[in-house]
């Protein structure tokens, strides 16, 4: 069901899908609501906003290997 409120220009009646594809989305949705998928994402967000700073870097012509591995060593600890 959509809301109103939010999505006023959309007509359900249009919408003629099966019910396998309303169940999958359905279960697509809920588990994408669900608790652990919030906080694993979360999670993953973070962590990964260490090292786009560092592959940036690390894509560079005149990087040098110790100076790379030095930065990766950083991130680490």
């Known amino acids: 069901m959509v809301n ?4 006023p220009e959309v007509n359900e009646s249009r919408w003629d899908w099966d019910n396998d594809t309303k169940t999958t989305a359905h279960g697509i949705k809920s588990s994408l ?5 919030i906080v ?3 999670v993953l967000k973070n962590n990964l906003d ?18 790379a591995y030095t ?3 950083n991130i680490k600890s």
Do not use: C, H, P, T
């Open 40 to 42: 694993g994402f979360s």
């Open 4 to 7: 109103r409120r939010v999505y």
């Open 71 to 73: 930065m990766i060593d």
């Open 50 to 67: 260490y090292l786009k700073g560092l592959s940036a870097k690390r894509q560079r012509r005149n990087i040098d290997v110790f100076e």
């Open 33 to 37: 609501q669900s608790f652990g998928v």
